[in-house]
């Protein structure tokens, strides 16, 4: 299935199975494989559709779900799935799928994913998720800061922070960030991701809820009112959540606000449609960086 992902405060539109309003909206697309003999999508994929949502709605609350958990000392397995159904999906329906928080209670937190194709609600399931210690495997009240995250989530849609500073107030969130995205992940050698740059360079890193560095980059000054973005790395399970689009806005406003008149990057090939996306344009031939293909692009302030 193709999917994205959208935070939104416009109420849906009515249907005969009218759905509460949801704040967060995944979108994905039946696939072919998920149609029964009936012609029409087999009943328990609604749950996988369901959880796909759900999982989409943690990285919009920028939490990567196995790190934080870590770091809460919980789980949050299953204890409870239902799916009413009012309409069938058929192959290639694109779907829209609105994840609400219904409650948190003392040690449970249950989630309601409402299933639409245009405005006709297909399905509704309601799952409820029980906190576990995850040493212990007993069930466990819901961490404070947890409780706190979902409701200022549901309330005004404020999931995370961006803070701009020098490297010394933001490297002990930045590095680890960058290691594991460039070096680990993409093969950079360590001493190719590590220059003097950083020292005089605007550093941004977006924080979550739990105070977990979850994305970052830099801004350095290339030339006489050029900035020159880069480093721009966002942690592997928030990906799609906004959170990079967040640091990029905060470098650009950066840069405008020291009098920077254009914005340059390198951007990997694999992101050229992100940076179109927030007004970047190509210049130049492609070219490889670290074994990586890259393209220039700008953006006039």
Partial sequence: MTTSSSVSTAPS???????????????????????????????????????????????????????????????????????????????????????????????????EAAMRREHTVLARAEVVYVCVDAARRVPTPVPVVLRGLLERFESDGAACRLETGDWARLQADAQPLRREVFVVEQGVPEHEEWDGADATAVHAVVYNGLGQGIATGRLLQHAPGVGRIGRMAVDHGVRGGGHGAQVLDGLIAAARARGDREVVLNAQQSAIGFYRGRGFAPYGEPFDEVGIPHQSMRLVL
Avoid: C
């Fill in 13 to 111: 539109a009515a249907s005969a199975h009218a759905a509460p309003v949801s704040r967060f909206h995944h979108a994905l697309t039946v696939r072919r494989a998920e149609v029964d003999a009936q012609g029409i999508v087999f009943n328990a994929h609604y749950l996988m559709y369901a959880d796909t949502a759900v999982m989409a709605y943690w990285r919009a609350l920028g939490v990567p779900y196995a790190s934080a958990m870590r770091r809460l000392g919980t789980e949050l397995p299953v204890r409870k799935a239902a799916v009413e159904y009012f309409a069938s999906a058929r192959p290639d329906d694109r779907l829209r799928i609105g994840v609400r928080l219904v409650r948190v209670g003392r040690t449970s937190v249950t989630l």
